[in-house]
């Protein structure tokens, strides 16, 4: 029996009209191998919308995104709104409405994607992100605006339910996996709330006597992923360092323009949301080379989460396999249109 | 006439103990050469004193340091005694009680000291890190301690006199090398005091019309860090930005032992604290193998900022030398002694 899917689709600015599309024949391609079928339901949000009607969404956007399965998103910013209304205006309200507490990041050295750095053995990490609270808060506020007083005051909100989850999430990945936890700290420089992450985070590992389990201040782990990407199997980090550290590993496995992203709700009581790491990139918009790669893969991991495990795995094997032939758009040094790529892959995933 | 300055000597924890005589050595004999004597006057601080009156430093420490020209630091921190206490009892009052709200690291390719990354050009770049506010602070707390219901808070607090003094610090310096300046931001995710800084940036930048300043949000600097380290000239970044830019910025020019770094109050009218950014490092500690570069180099940055711009430059020349020659601790690939490299930096001195 096909399994029906209803996806909420919003494309948005920049190249997310051009990787969303790309990723979109993908995931119709495989799906058809594997009797699964995708309900598209394309939405116009994002900067567009912002500047027709002040919002980036309508005001019942997020009714209308909790009657699919899962919403598949591909980027919002442009140059001319500030992005605090843009982000905070979409994507941030979508993570949280959706207790979408868990920003799966995977970072791997992909064939034929030169790393830009020296490193012997092949990258394959996962970064487990807090995505609902910590540091990105909207708590806070300025005294004295405008005037030589002025203070601007933000505030990081950490809950031991918040951290709790997304350390038992990370241990639990990390032994399924190669059983090692790195956990994002800086406990010497914030005094009130990284302490409390860490105490948390050796709550939580008492129940997994096999993991091995270690803490890095984030600014050293920077340094470290650099040095030794290849020694990391999972990292569990709050929000902001999530985010830089993704970035950075991205970069340092050879691509920002191929990692994916999932913004998970394990429980499966809200849509969970899929999009690439990389944002909208206006300089390259509009020229059909982006990199489709992160959206696909993003797809795969949307396949995943809703069950379909055997076609996550063959859509992958496929945007390997047309990296390896040499199909590759200009930011990882070849020559491809993201089209082309598309068209490559679905070649790659055979009759 | 003899130029004579008191400074304040805390070699601390763990390695400090070991590259802070090997850079007094070398001060003392660049000092020599340029009609300079150094009085120091060391201060038995740190974790050891913490075990035996429970303090890093005594109740006057801030009175004794006072009286000096400058505080010359190793490093503090040790496995057994947590960071929140050995750190926010000594480095970050110290930083804070004498205003040194600059906080200035060189990042630069040395001689011989291989990148971990494939770099094009030689890397050049400072960063100028806001060290007396932000996102480290004792403000904020926990309530519902030990409940599930557990939350803690923790307050960023940014001025506008902070934030532009360091702007404008950063924008003068700029204007003297090649007039990039980058400030860190992530005005898209910290909803209050990060649009504020981007607001105090670009209102001092009003000021210098010769500097061609761009904001880069800090997760895509830190990739691009790593893709294009040679396109930086000043980095301006808030407290913990340019903590973990810094880190990053070192492990990609090749070694955080080399990496220096100056708390400076510009004003002078309190001393000013010169240290490495590397830690303790307990893990190599007491086996005389630690790299002393980065002690020397920030000994160079205090000797320039107490006028001796020639005698700086003389010291900077001659570890360059002496890295270029081979004399190399194990972390940048050699296998000289910490007291090998002091003793090839003196020899490369000349007489
Ligand atoms: C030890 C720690 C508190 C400190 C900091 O974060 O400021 C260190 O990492 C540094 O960079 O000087
Ligand atoms: C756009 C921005 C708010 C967002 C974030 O910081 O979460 C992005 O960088 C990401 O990583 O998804």
Not at 138 to 161: L, P
Request: a negative charge; hydrophobic letters at 45%.
């Amino acid at each position: 029996m096909t399994a029906r899917h209803r996806i909420a689709v919003i494309a948005g600015d920049g190249i997310g009209q051009e990787v969303v599309p790309a990723a979109v024949r993908c995931l119709d391609a495989v799906a058809e191998r594997h009797d699964i079928a995708f309900d598209w339901h394309h939405l116009d949000w994002g900067s567009d919308h912002y500047r027709a009607h002040g919002r980036m969404m309508p005001v019942d956007g997020l009714d209308i995104l909790a009657g699919h399965d899962a919403i598949f998103l591909g980027a919002v910013g442009v140059p001319d709104i500030p992005d605090v209304h843009t982000l905070w205006g979409l994507l941030i309200p979508i993570r949280r409405a959706f207790a979408q507490y868990i920003n799966l990041r995977p970072v791997r050295t992909l064939p034929g994607v030169p790393s830009p750095v020296f490193s012997r053995d092949p990258i394959d990490l996962v970064i487990v992100r807090e995505n609902n609270e910590g540091e990105y808060s909207e708590v806070g506020g300025r005294v004295y605006q405008g005037s030589a007083d002025e203070i601007a005051i933000q505030e990081s909100v950490f809950t031991r339910r918040g951290v709790e989850r997304v350390a038992r999430y990370a241990a639990a990945l990390a032994a399924g996996r190669r059983g090692h936890l790195t956990s994002a700290t800086k406990s010497n420089g914030i005094v009130h709330t990284m302490p409390f992450w860490d105490e948390v985070v050796r709550d939580v590992l008492a129940d997994f006597p096999d993991v091995t389990a270690r803490q890095e201040l984030v600014d050293a782990l920077a340094a470290s992923l650099v040095l030794h990407p290849e020694r990391y199997d999972v990292i569990v980090a709050s929000n902001l360092f999530g985010d830089i550290l993704s970035d950075l590993a991205g970069a340092v496995a050879g691509s920002i323009g191929c990692a994916p992203s999932a913004n998970l709700n394990p429980p499966g009581e809200h849509p969970s949301m899929f999009e690439p790491v990389h944002g909208s990139a206006p300089d390259i918009a509009g020229q059909g080379i982006a990199n489709p790669i992160g959206q696909i893969w993003s797809g795969a991991m949307m396949l995943d989460a809703l069950g379909h495990a055997a076609a996550a795995a063959q859509l992958i094997t496929a945007f390997e396999a047309a990296l390896a032939s040499g199909t590759r758009t200009r930011d990882i040094g070849g020559t491809a249109t993201t089209a082309e790529v598309a068209a490559a892959v679905v070649a790659h995933l055979g009759p």
